[in-house]
């Protein structure tokens, strides 16, 4: 029976067998289920072009299938960015004096006004990429300089409390002018206030719900001395007014509305500033604004078809381990690196904790680790892997674990030596004797009932008696003899290059990048001859 634990997949006995029988056999064929990263294919995509949602870059890893399942494997080439979000000039007249998009600070695209926090900085999934999280005592200040006039100013925003919450406040001075406002009263209608001489609060007869993102914001017109309000891309209020509107702004303020005294507890995303009154057609285009798309270029794949399915290349690496009782592993497996996406092909990025001179298998290649770099901020090892030639950046990473034994005795055919661990050997294994000879044994055998257990260890004949004995992590190759996608996962069908052995378990260790989930597999693996 095949099963999934811990994104290892494990092949189980099927008959209780003594410890010493060596008489299991492998059915002709393996076939190793998984499913990697989807990526979203756009219904623009042609056979030259990926069009996606998901974030690209230039030398991802890719796995495309066309209409007729046919799989093609390859590299993406230059990513285009198309769409307006995250973008300053949205209108493409240079209105748009400030936009801050919330992903991980206040600041603002133009670079003139960024904003600060006052209270608890936070950012959560917003409608584009992050938000402002507004914890109801915290709000974001910018400074604009006493900019002339803003004349039009939407925002994003999805309530956890709707009832008596401050949205917005633009001021004349530092918190003790202020002239328009957004706000909800304690039944979470949302209102509009306004200074023109005189104190306005104009109930805009819209309820606010919580938990769902709304597309809010003002449009002046101090020509006609209107107010436009809008909401969602539509004109739910037009506002007469007859005194006069600030000519200058010096703080823009979101999540506290100084007019009510109200915070926000809710989330704020997408703010934009103009510099004009929008039109209806303009406002419209900021409420249907999409996420930003990337296009990448695959005309080097080749493609005879359009793909209709691509993902993320996490490409499978199989190793054999062999399980005693209580968990012990006798073929020690790898342990996998976590690949951060800032990684390229001469520097490996991690969260795992890397050392200089650590032998790591990056892509297949197995190599040492150069400089490593800690950087306490992001809690990120960057190591130098310039030796290891990769043509592409790392998709798989793992290190070759070992144990040490305790040295009792050595001749240059044999090592004795103990551990605290017990069936950690099966001949063919691999060992690395005085830290740089790589052999596979010829012998083992393990004494004691308890720790520490002692091993006799025979390999072929070595120019002198080794003094450090390290039992190696080992893979055993498959080969992969076909690939097959059934339209929700990768089937890849391997010949028979399993080892037998003393076991109670083996184990295939199916590696990837850290986020591929993996399916059980077919059943009926193993059999015993009669």
Request: with cysteine; glycine share 6%.
């Amino acid at each position: 029976m095949i099963s999934n634990t811990n994104n290892a997949v494990y092949i189980e006995k099927i008959t209780e067998q003594d410890a010493n029988d060596t008489d299991w056999v492998k059915e002709a064929k393996t076939t190793v289920s998984y499913a990697p990263k989807e990526i979203v294919v756009d219904s623009s995509t042609t056979n030259t072009k990926l069009v996606s949602t998901n974030v690209l870059t230039k030398a991802d890893a890719v796995k495309v299938v066309d209409s007729n399942n046919a799989i093609t494997v390859g590299n993406l080439g230059t990513i285009t960015t198309i769409g307006t979000v995250n973008t300053l000039n949205v209108l493409g007249d240079d209105s748009c004096i400030a936009t801050y998009p919330f992903n991980g600070n206040a600041n603002d695209l133009s670079g003139n006004y960024n904003g600060t926090w006052v209270g608890n900085e936070e950012y959560d999934t917003g409608k584009f990429g992050q938000a402002a999280k507004l914890d109801g005592n915290s709000y974001i200040k910018a400074n604009l300089n006493s900019f002339n006039n803003i004349m039009s100013n939407f925002f994003w925003v999805n309530l956890s409390t709707s009832a008596n919450a401050g949205i917005t406040d633009i001021e004349t001075s530092d918190q003790t002018s202020y002239h328009m406002s957004f706000y909800t009263d304690a039944n979470s209608t949302l209102y509009f206030y306004y200074y023109d001489g005189g104190v306005a609060h104009i109930d805009l007869g819209y309820t606010l719900n919580t938990n769902v993102f709304y597309n809010i914001g003002f449009v002046r017109d101090d020509t006609n001395k209107y107010i436009y309000i809008y909401i969602n891309g539509t004109l739910e209020k037009t506002i007469t007014y007859s005194g006069t509107l600030a000519s200058s702004t010096y703080f823009s303020i979101y999540g506290y509305a100084k007019g009510c005294g109200y915070y926000t507890s809710g989330l704020i995303d997408q703010v934009r500033i103009f510099n004009k009154t929008l039109t209806a057609t303009e406002v419209n285009t900021l409420y249907t604004e999409q996420n930003t798309k990337y296009s990448a270029d695959i005309t080097a794949l080749n493609l005879a078809n359009t793909p209709t399915k691509a993902f993320f290349r996490d490409d499978v690496t199989t190793s054999i381990c062999v399980e005693a009782n209580a968990g012990r592993v006798i073929n020690l497996p790898h342990t996998p690196v976590n690949i951060d996406a800032t990684s390229t092909n001469t520097s490996l990025v991690s969260t795992t904790a890397l050392t200089v001179g650590e032998e790591v298998i990056i892509n297949d290649v197995t190599d040492n680790l150069g400089t490593v770099v800690f950087d306490s901020n992001t809690n990120l090892y960057t190591a130098d892997i310039t030796s290891y030639n990769l043509n592409n950046k790392p998709f798989k990473a793992m290190k070759r674990d070992s144990e040490v034994l305790t040295k009792t005795s050595s001749t240059t055919t044999e090592f004795v030596g103990t551990s605290d661990k017990n069936g950690l050997m099966v001949v063919g294994d691999s060992v690395r004797l005085d830290g740089t000879i790589n052999i596979d044994i010829t012998s083992v055998s393990e004494s004691g009932t308890s720790s520490p257990y002692t091993y006799t260890i025979g390999f072929d004949a070595q120019p002198t008696a080794p003094t450090t004995c390290e039992i190696m992590s080992r893979d055993t190759v498959m080969t992969k003899d076909n690939e097959v996608f059934d339209g929700t996962k990768f089937n890849i069908t391997y010949n028979d290059e399993l080892k037998q052995g003393r076991a109670i378990n083996r184990k295939i260790e199916v590696q990837n990048s850290g986020t591929t989930v993996f399916e059980p597999l077919q059943t009926q693996l193993w059999k015993k001859d009669s």
